[in-house]
């Protein structure tokens, strides 16, 4: 004998139908530099919801984090303050000429997990890539396709528990001063922001 009534099927059918929660807002943070806030740009222009907006990152590469009580820490904790600890960290790995070393980029994961939540998932990056001809001055000739090897190395690196969840990449048309990203390149940052993290 059958005692479940189809209002109650119905119901659980929508139940099961569910789609999964969404992470919270602004509960990603990132560290980075100017290309850091040109993916964070894009990212609240296409309506992204899950990592903060630009919160004036320019011209901080790697040994700009490197210190765990940094200006560049100080204003990440003011994001804190305003947003909680994240569950979530972007380190995107910037560089000037003078370029970065693995130890350094240890450095930033190991301060990053310190301002975060506990067990907060750490997802690593480079710079964006260039087409073919292209790169960004101020990092050097191979400077992107540099932190972007440093990037892979920290993931390949079972001690440092990140995420390479791939290359960022700036097409033509979408640079303004040879590094930067125009409007349409935020737009496509901010795309790929999405498909990487939500």
Excluded at 33 to 43: F, H, L, P, R, W
Excluded at 96 to 101: D, K, L, S
Excluded at 143 to 151: C, E, I, M, R, S
Aim: glycine share 10%.
């Amino acid at each position: 004998m059958h005692f479940i009534s189809l209002p109650l099927i119905g119901a659980l059918s929508a139940i099961t139908m569910a789609a999964p929660t969404a992470e919270p807002a602004h509960s990603m943070g990132f560290i980075g530099c100017s290309m850091a806030e040109n993916v964070a740009q894009g990212y609240v222009a296409v309506k992204g919801q899950r990592m903060w907006g630009p919160y004036g990152t320019g011209g901080m590469v790697v040994q700009s984090w490197t210190d765990n009580k940094s200006q560049s820490w100080r204003l990440f904790d003011q994001q804190v303050t305003k947003y909680g600890k994240p569950t979530a960290v972007w380190i995107q790995i910037c560089i000037f000429t003078q370029g970065a070393t693995y130890d350094e980029v240890k450095k930033l994961i190991a301060n990053s997990r310190s301002h975060a939540a506990s067990n907060a998932t750490i997802y690593i990056t480079g710079q964006p890539l260039y087409d073919a001809g292209q790169s960004c001055q101020l990092a050097g000739a191979n400077g992107p396709q540099n932190t972007d090897k440093l990037a892979q190395q920290a993931a390949a690196d079972t001690t440092q528990n990140v995420i390479y969840p791939g290359s960022f990449i700036l097409h033509k048309g979408e640079v303004q001063d040879g590094c930067h990203a125009n409007a349409a390149g935020q737009s496509s940052l901010g795309k790929q922001a999405v498909a990487f993290w939500g």
